[in-house]
């Protein structure tokens, strides 16, 4: 339950504007060497949960590739094009349950037509979603794809994709290192060290509470505290809510208090999953515009 929650916000939150080469310093490493010797393989298959980045990496590195430094300089006559004429990106339509055959075929078109620059870059995204069609037409390409194609395709269900087509592509995972990135975030902003404490409970799913001042993050802590201990702490924890104004500040104590659960699932135990209950209601009643205060009081009552 708690994994697929983990899922669900790599999807909501998008970490898309996070540096890449933050996130999965091995693997860029790899594709950085790709593109200092201009070696490259015709097809790969970047896999990992959804929204962490998978097509962000795959344009940065076919970008970096046609320049020839990654990340990409800028100003060279590769660098120039807002969207690059050797770069298709392929996706489905937002009412398409699936991708369709048809572009598919249109991606192979483009890949045999030979490239204005060094090499061509098909990028298909959800590759899991093809059709039965598709993914013949696919293999078919890639059997017979011309030397200077490279396909990526980007997926988060790699078991969907027929592995006569997994075999064919260098499989990449990504799964990023958010342990490691909160750490360097944390790090940076030389708060105390029990706030440091602090922040490493609450902002798993929840960077922007980093960002806060110090004394806005000991609030949070203490109100989760209550929360947390109910017995002990109603009392304090209607004196601490009572100062509660804004929609917003009730959204930043539910992140914090996932975050804190995320991480403290194990010895929390069933108390753990009534809150998480408790917290999808709170959302809900949220967004129904119902009185934060009254939102957040249900947590304990
Ligand atoms: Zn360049």
């Known amino acids: ?6 899922y669900q ?9 996070v540096d890449l080469k933050r996130l999965y310093p091995n693997t860029y490493k790899v594709f ?10 015709n097809a790969f298959l970047f896999y990992g949960p959804q929204g962490v980045g998978k097509i962000d990496f795959a344009l940065h590195f076919a970008k970096s590739f046609l320049c020839g430094l990654m990340p990409p300089c800028g100003f060279c006559s590769e660098c120039v094009y807002e969207s690059h004429p050797d770069i298709l990106i392929v996706r489905k339509s937002a009412d398409d349950e699936r991708l369709k055959v048809e572009s598919v075929r249109s991606a192979i078109d483009f890949a045999l037509v030979p490239p204005y620059s060094s090499r061509k870059f098909i990028i ?18 890639l059997e017979e794809s011309k ?7 980007t997926a988060s269900k790699i078991e969907l994709i027929p592995s006569t087509i997994v075999s064919r592509c260098v499989k990449v995972r990504f799964f990023p290192n958010i342990k490691e990135l909160l750490e ?7 708060f105390p060290q029990d706030v440091n404490e602090i922040l490493y409970n609450i902002s798993y799913f929840n960077f922007s509470v980093i960002e806060k001042d110090e004394e806005t993050i000991r609030r949070i802590w203490k109100i989760l505290s209550c929360v947390i201990n109910p017995e002990d702490s109603r009392a304090e924890f209607i004196k601490l809510i009572n100062e509660i104004r804004e929609i917003q500040e009730a959204r930043d104590i539910l992140d ?14 069933s108390f753990s999953v009534d809150l998480w209950e408790k917290i999808r209601t709170a959302r809900r009643n949220l967004e129904v515009f119902i009185n934060p205060k009254i939102v957040l009081l249900s947590l304990v009552f």
């Not at 298909?124 to 390409?141: E, F, N, R, V």
């Open 124 to 141: 298909i995204q959800d590759a899991h979603l093809m059709t039965q069609q598709g993914y013949s037409a696919l293999l078919k390409a």
């Open 9 to 17: 916000f790599f999807r909501e939150r998008q970490i898309y504007s």
């Open 32 to 41: 950085e060497r790709m593109v200092q010797n201009q070696e490259i393989r």
């Open 184 to 190: 360097t975030k944390i790090q940076e902003k030389n």
């Open 256 to 269: 914090s208090l996932e975050s804190y659960l995320v991480k403290n699932s194990a010895k929390l135990g």
């Open 1 to 6: 339950m708690i994994f697929k929650n983990f």
């Open 147 to 153: 030397p200077y194609t490279t396909y990526i395709l």
